[in-house]
């Protein structure tokens, strides 16, 4: 069992940046692959990054390549998104989830804890 949360979302401008945290629970962390999700409204759960058990691989979505950076630290049970040259459409509602899979996943369905999620907009 994982518990999520994130914290670290807010209102910035266009061209900003924010970072996101995600603090997990138990003592398993380093078991389980991380990913960050969003949603807008209106729209479908989005797949952002994931990064690997041990933290040597990451996977972006396109829209964010470059821009956005992964990473972990298992020592403290955290995952981070650091988020830079943010852009309106980047507004979302933000989720860290864990998944079990050996590999690295950008499906929401192969990820079974879910975090409450934080809120990023960006004005433009």
């Known amino acids: 069992q994982v518990q999520l949360v994130e914290s670290g979302g807010g209102l910035v401008q266009t061209g900003g940046s924010l970072r996101l945290s995600c603090t997990a629970s138990g003592r398993t962390f380093s078991t389980y692959g991380m990913g960050w999700f969003r949603q807008a409204p209106g729209k479908e759960r989005e797949f952002v990054a994931s990064?690997?058990?041990?933290?040597?691989?990451?996977r972006y979505v396109d829209s964010v390549q470059g821009r956005f950076t992964i990473s972990r630290d298992n020592g403290k049970n955290m995952v981070y998104l650091q988020m830079n040259s943010l852009k309106p459409e980047d507004s979302a509602h933000y989720y860290c989830?864990?998944?079990?899979?050996?590999?690295?996943?950008?499906?929401?369905?192969?990820?079974?804890?879910w975090g409450q999620g934080t809120q990023v907009t960006v004005s433009s």
């Open positions: 989830a864990a998944t079990s899979a050996f590999y690295i996943n950008a499906a929401a369905t192969r990820y079974e804890y």
């Open positions: 990064i690997s058990r041990s933290g040597a691989s990451t």
